[in-house]
């Protein structure tokens, strides 16, 4: 299934991922307090994402239906199809051209890439 929120959304699942389940009031003076957003904002943010199936709003309690790292896995990848045509080193190859990496991050990129790629055997 393919989910599309704004950021706005991003930032009221962000919260409920820290906080679930969380009833709705608290999660009205959650927003409040950490997005500075009106109970208005905040019902409405809960609204549209029920109505796309990201969240439950069951009697006063609030729940993800879709997990952090779903939304994180389709984001990235819409976001290396729309601005590197879908190729991981090209967008690795633009994000360093002006930063070092240290050693222990250079390691566990090696790590990542060795247990991402596929087996020659």
Not at 17 to 43: F, G
Not at 93 to 117: F, M, V
Request: with cysteine.
């Amino acid at each position: 299934m393919t989910y599309h929120i704004n950021e706005s959304e991003y930032r009221l699942m962000e919260i409920l991922w820290e906080e679930e389940p969380v009833n709705s009031m608290e999660l009205v003076r959650i927003c409040a307090s950490r997005l500075d957003w009106k109970k208005s904002t905040t019902y409405t943010v809960i609204r549209k994402l029920s109505q796309k199936q990201i969240l439950s709003n069951e009697n006063a309690v609030v729940r993800s239906l879709v997990s952090r790292n779903s939304i994180q896995k389709q984001e990235s990848n819409e976001f290396l199809k729309r601005k590197f045509g879908g190729s991981l080193p090209s967008f690795i190859t633009a994000y360093l051209q002006d930063k070092k990496l240290t050693k222990d991050e250079a390691e566990k990129l090696k790590k990542l890439i060795q247990d991402a790629a596929e087996d020659d055997d």
